[in-house]
């Protein structure tokens, strides 16, 4: 056992409160963001809508087909194409392009989420969030230096260490693919979730007690932690999802655009894709933490499922987010459906973290409170 | 396989025939369902159970009765539960007399071996019974027929695609539809090449078999891990016994304090091994100021024997780290400490010696303790009190433990006298003394005071009733003994279940075609699609490749704009709608 370090703990509290800071200042440059881009985007989509109409009193190009045009250019003649079902099929396709191109005005991301023109605003952001993330980063790893061992042992750590994975998950998914839009959602909930460690759960350095000194904490735990996380992201989705498919429905209906910011944001059906990829990671990451938890349950107390609370609401967590998977596959059910059981899930989640950890008395109660 | 049919699946649907899914989720059985549905009063008992069969096995009805069963299991949180804490749910019904005993009676307290709990869970397997069932089935047909027959019209596949080799490359179509072939076997495809109408031959490719495999592991492991629970309660048992330093415990029926069999339990089947506790040690925080005197290890050494004849062997036991012994596990689950008395009775014979149990009530190991000393004479003798390892007494006189290691040790006592009750052969509880029948000698409130003694202290008891030592202090475990044959296999099923799941949720099953034909030019002309069945985000990725394959075979620009694919939209340009 290694010995408490409480200068560490020190300098870990400071850099978690700088760590806050920073994320704040990045929550108000997404913010900013999002309110600046949809107002250009605005403007673009207008220029967009009279160039349109203009060229189509002109040149007669129907205005479907300019988003395929690629696809729908006729062929030169005499290629034979019509004998061998070739190229010139292509136009009899169905063109699921030029239909999703109609939905175009009302938004501009895509399902590939490449937005064309450079937004400083979120380019700070990101920055800020990675120096948040950086110093976030440094917080944890004092704090775990100062204990001596994994820094995930009662609410204080789980929230701080789980608020940071949630910030790296998110950076790391930017990546790949452009998610800024999810950037106040992300970090604002990243800095409520420091700010309630430090307010309402704050715990100075400490062992472990004996019931929790066994590798499977470090195991069960990181798991829970970084499946949570993604879970984290989903919610975020799905939640904007229900939005946007609200909107998406408004203006297909002829309504007005009352939420204008919401043009940065994906459509509903690409949302509910990427929410549901990554939902599919956490379904298998939660799958492991409940069997891990279980083997740990035999090793610590002797049965490895005793409907002990915590056990309890692992448990429907877990079939909820299997229900959504469920609902995924049934018809009528994929859609808005699906995005409220992935956020009843969540909901779930964060019931599973505070409430029953603080005030249902069970064999989990770690809360270190 | 999935219920929902793609927009983009539909046409080539009507030309290629698909092994048609067990699922209800078809469109034919959707059909034939709904006719069943509509024809109802006509058909009878038979056509009756038909129909709740086809119902019990829908998708829909395995999503309505997961979510029930999530919301079922949330009771059981609220409420005490019977198999955890028994004694908490008597507690429980006596302080809500209003709606205590209703709740009891809807089964509220033990939730999950309710019958409404059970119901739901037994129906949901029964209907992943019957949706595994002939999954499995049509899928082993499945893979065992040749891939389906080749759409007439490719184009209309969600990715499409042509190429076109030149005429001086000298490749005809029969050529090439059998080098289109061997690249999709290397790449793990199964092909069939059809050179039916020999004009234009064509291929059909399907991979990702495993995809349904993983899927039909998974949901029938789930019922081994429901078997494997199962017959642990059949056949399982488990235990509790409290050993106080130098306590043997010999593992048969009376060696409990408290045993909770399995439905299907022989006596026979509890080998008699024995542990011994030697010595228990506790280590408490010295370091850290927030969390002084909180407990950071507890270590008990034991001494096993295997059978009453085996020899003797050392073990340490430790939470987190239990012994393993015939066919058992033993946990380390609770400890405390035992003050050791010497109680003598009126006649001046010792009536009572050895350690006795305080139980655990509040910080720092503040413990009660209750003696009963039936063998005193002329009358019995009771104590209740409290211990405190380290006693502090607070200004308004309330005594405490100020620290969880023993620095000052000290045993508080009331003591009565009377007939205990213990006589009349009614099962009582060994930590609760029960004064109704009993004469007060001792108490705060009585003329003779409390007893308050550190370790070698001796008080007499009033009206010469006899005396209590307090010779030191020994400490106790508690350790719950388990047996569960069911365990491993569940373990097993369990990663089976994961596994599949994975296996399930990223292969992914896909259909190519090929059609190539001789232009009358000379030239060649390929053409390509490719179908995903259920959930296949990656699709896009695999008609690139395949085109770059393709064209690099056959010495093809794969990007020239001739033979551009037809199917990546401009960039920035949306991605087809796959549903809705
Ligand atoms: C014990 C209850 C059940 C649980 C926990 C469960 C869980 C799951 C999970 C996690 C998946 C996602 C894996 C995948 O997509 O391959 C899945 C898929 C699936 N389940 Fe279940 N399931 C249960 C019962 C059932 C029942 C009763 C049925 C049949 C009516 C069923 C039919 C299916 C089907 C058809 C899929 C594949 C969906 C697709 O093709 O996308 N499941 N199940």
């Known amino acids: 056992m290694f010995p408490i370090n409480e200068t560490m703990g020190q300098y870990s ?38 160039a349109d109409a203009s060229a189509a ?40 392009y030029a239909s999703s191109a109609t939905g175009a005005a009302g938004q501009t991301a895509d399902d590939s989420m490449r937005y064309g023109e450079r937004r400083a605003p979120a380019r700070v952001a990101v920055a800020l969030t990675v120096l948040g993330a950086a110093i976030h980063a440094a917080a944890v790893l004092t704090r775990a230096v100062g204990a001596g061992r994994v820094p995930w042992g009662n609410m204080y750590e789980f929230l701080t260490t789980g608020a940071f994975v949630a ?59 970084l499946s949570s996380a993604l879970f984290t992201l989903t919610f975020a989705m799905s ?131 | 396989m999935s219920e929902r049919v793609k927009s983009t699946e539909k046409s080539p649907a009507e030309d290629a025939p698909q092994p048609g899914p067990a699922h209800q989720g078809a469109p034919k059985d959707a059909v034939k369902a709904a006719k069943a549905g509509a024809a109802l009063p006509s058909l009878g008992i038979v056509g009756m159970l038909r129909w709740a069969w086809t119902q019990l096995t829908s998708m829909r009805t395995a999503l ?34 209003d709606y205590g005993k209703l709740l009891d009676s809807v089964q509220l307290y033990d939730v999950y071996s309710s019958a409404w709990f059970s119901a739901i869970y037994i129906l949901l397997f029964i209907s992943l019974i019957g949706c595994v069932v002939p999954r499995a089935i049509a899928h082993y047909k499945a893979m065992r027929s040749q891939p389906p027959r080749t759409p007439k019209r490719l184009s209309r596949l969600p990715e499409y695609g042509t190429l076109v080799v030149p005429a001086d490359a000298g490749i ?100 008699p091994y024995s542990i011994q506790l030697d010595k228990f040690q506790a280590t408490f925080d010295r370091e850290s100021q927030g969390k002084f005197g909180q407990p950071i290890d507890f270590t008990a050494d034991v001494t096993t024997k295997e059978n009453p004849g085996a020899p003797a062997k050392k073990e340490v036991l430790k939470v987190n780290d239990p012994v393993t012994l015939g066919g058992t596990s033993i946990y380390l689950t609770g400890n405390g400490y035992a003050p050791v008395v010497t109680v003598r009775d009126g006649k001046g014979n010792v009536a009572m010696q050895g350690p006795v149990v305080a139980k655990l009530q509040g910080e720092n190991y503040y413990s009660s303790v209750v003696i009963k000393v039936p063998d005193a004479k002329p009358d019995q003798l009771g104590f209740a009190g409290f211990f405190l390892p380290t006693a502090f007494v607070t200004e308004q006189g309330i005594s405490f433990s100020g620290d969880p290691d023993l620095i000052n040790p000290q045993l508080s006592l009331n003591s009565y006298y009377g007939d205990l009750g213990l006589d009349k052969g009614a099962p009582q509880n060994v930590f609760e003394l029960d004064v ?23 008080y007499t008891l009033p009206e010469g009733k006899g005396s209590i030592t307090f010779d030191g202090v020994k400490k106790y475990v508690g350790v719950d003994i388990h047996h569960n044959p069911g365990q491993l296999s569940a373990l097993m099923f369990a990663l089976l279940a994961v596994a599949g799941l994975i296996v399930s949720l990223y292969v992914n099953r896909r259909r190519v075609w090929v059609r190539t034909g001789t232009h009358e030019d000379g030239r060649t002309m390929v053409e390509y699609g490719l179908l995903a069945r259920g959930e296949d985000h990656r699709l896009a990725g695999e008609a690139s490749t395949l085109r770059s394959l393709l064209a690099g075979k056959w010495n093809l620009d794969a990007d020239n704009p001739e033979t551009a694919p037809s199917n990546s939209p401009p960039a920035g340009s949306p991605e087809p709608k796959k549903d809705q």
């Not at chain 1, 704040?24 to 403007?43: E, G, H, N, P, Q």
């Not at chain 1, 909930?189 to 590798?215: E, R």
Request: a positive charge; proline letters at 4%; hydrophobic letters at 50%.
């Open chain 1, 239 to 369: 939640a904007l999802q229900l939005v946007q498919s609200h909107r998406q429905r408004t203006i297909a209906a002829g309504g007005a655009d009352k939420l204008g910011f919401m043009r940065l944001v994906p459509s509903a059906l690409s949302l509910e894709n990427l929410s549901y990829r990554i939902n599919a990671i956490a379904f298998i990451g939660w799958t492991f933490t409940l069997m891990f938890g279980a083997i740990w349950a035999e090793k610590a107390w002797g049965r490895f499922w005793g409907w002990d609370t915590k056990e309890v609401w692992t448990f429907v967590i877990w079939v909820v987010y299997a229900g959504y998977l469920h609902a995924r596959a049934t018809r009528g059910w994929t859609g808005t459906r699906a995005a409220w059981l992935s956020i009843v899930g969540y909901l779930c989640v964060v019931f599973n973290f505070t409430i029953v950890n603080q005030f249902f008395n069970g064999l989990h109660s770690y809360s270190g409170l």
């Open chain 2, 64 to 97: 309505f009765l997961l979510l029930l069963l999530a919301v079922a299991a949330v009771p059981g949180s609220l409420f005490p539960q019977r198999p955890a804490n028994p004694s908490v749910v008597t507690q429980y019904i006596k302080d809500h007399p």
């Open chain 1, 167 to 225: 910030a790296a998950v998110f950076l790391l998914v930017l990546i790949r693919r452009d998610l800024r839009f999810l950037g106040t959602f992300v970090v604002g909930l990243v800095v409520i979730m420091l700010v309630a460690a430090s307010v309402a759960f704050w715990t100075p350095v400490g062992h472990l007690v004996p019931a929790l000194q066994s590798y499977w904490l470090i195991i069960h735990v990181s798991i829970a932690v």
């Open chain 1, 57 to 96: 009193t002109s040149a007669k190009v129907p205005v479907a087909a300019g988003a395929s045009a690629g696809a729908a250019a006729p062929r030169p003649a005499g290629s034979g194409e019509g004998r061998l079902s070739g190229p010139a099929d292509r136009a009899e396709r169905p063109s699921s």
């Open chain 2, 436 to 458: 109704k029948g009993l004469k007060e000698l001792n108490s705060r409130k009585a003329e003779a005071g409390g007893i308050t003694l550190a370790p070698g202290n001796t």
């Open chain 1, 13 to 50: 509290e400071l850099f978690m409160l700088l760590a806050a800071g920073t994320y704040t200042v990045a929550f108000i440059a997404f913010a900013w963001d999002l309110a600046r881009s949809s107002k250009s985007l605005k403007a673009i989509d207008l220029k967009a809508a009279a």
């Open chain 2, 172 to 271: 005809p179509a029969s050529d090439a539809i059998e080098e289109a072939a061997a690249l999709l076997k290397k790449r793990g495809y199964r092909v069939e090449v059809r050179h039916d109408d020999g004009a234009r031959p064509s291929l059909g490719a399907e991979r990702g078999f495993l995809k349904e495999v993983g899927n039909l592991v998974f949901h029938t492991s789930l019922i081994g891990v429901l078997v494997s629970v199962a017959v642990g309660g059949l056949f399982g048992y488990s235990g509790q016994r409290i050993l106080v330093e130098g306590d043997t415990f010999v593992n048969t029926l009376v060696g409990y304090d408290q045993f909770t069999p399995g439905t299907n339990f022989q006596s026979s089947q509890l080998q």
